[in-house]
């Protein structure tokens, strides 16, 4: 099978180095999956537009939704993205460890993270509990509507680094070792 490699800043097109170099300045390193997009003229600035659209979700929904969605589709990659930016946006490590269980004790999110899991593992279908559960929480048609666009950006980003197997270049806490899961 082929390897995949990152491209460095040098490797890629002009537009895609000034993301390069946006990414170094408020992230303090290009994320190597990020960079593997760079291969695509265009496929960066399309889906960073497209990862960071206004949404109904509140960022810690977001990485609820990212994680549990990594978790169903495998992706050690993400997984370890999402685990350092749920710690960033308040999780705890036993509630990131629920998460990627497919639960959480609050009931709320714990709704969006079963249907989120469901439509992931159902190819976007899920049991009529959850998305019964999901709106008796008090969730809208729009953030229904949100939740599956939070699918799909989480999944093409899955589905990018488990074919490319690229480095992941997040570190883990201990406490959240992948194989614990």
Known sequence: MTTFTVPTRDQVAPANQDIFDNLQKS???????????????????RFLAYQNAKTSLSNKEKEAVNLIVSQVNGCVYCQSAHLVLGKMNGFSED??????????????????????????????????????????QGYTNENLVDLIL???????????????????DFPLAPALELETV
């Open 95 to 136: 509630q990131l460890l629920d998460i990627r269980k497919g639960k959480s004790t609050d009931a709320k999110l714990s709704s969006l993270v079963q249907l989120a899991a469901g439509i992931t593992a159902n190819k976007g279908n899920a049991s009529t509990e959850s998305v019964d559960s999901f709106f008796a």
């Open 150 to 168: 939070q699918v799909s950006d989480k999944t093409a980003m899955n589905y990018l680094h488990n074919l490319t197997q690229i480095p992941v």
């Open 27 to 45: 992230l303090g390193f290009v994320p190597n999956l990020y960079a593997t997009i760079a291969h695509s003229d265009n496929g960066l600035s």
